[in-house]
């Protein structure tokens, strides 16, 4: 089954450093993608908040991405998969 991102939808590896979104699908390039399927076991699903904290000095490979309180390291074709929508500002 493949997931259907909106419209305001961005991916992960086009965010700039220091960034905070919500994860809204992790697409899948064939039925039953290892790589999706992975990321989503690591917590890269719907609903969860996630930052950039770090990205590689030479093209920006590997991201450091923060999902909850647990970070990972994903290159660039892995963050290129998760789609999200970036988090509003506050406002008070």
């Known amino acids: 089954m493949f997931e259907v991102a909106s419209k305001e939808s961005e991916r992960l590896a086009d965010l700039p450093l ?7 699908c992790v697409h899948q390039s064939v039925p039953e993608d290892p790589i999706a399927k ?3 076991d690591l917590g890269f ?5 996630v930052r950039i904290v770090a990205a590689g000095p030479i093209g920006g490979d590997p991201l450091l991405v923060q999902v909850g309180f647990t970070r990972f390291a994903l290159r660039q074709g892995e963050a290129r998969r998760v789609m999200v929508h970036r988090a509003l500002p506050h406002t008070e």
Request: charged share 25%.
């Open 45 to 49: 699903v719907s609903g969860e908040p």
């Open 18 to 24: 220091g960034s905070v979104a919500t994860v809204d």
């Open 38 to 40: 992975r990321l989503r």
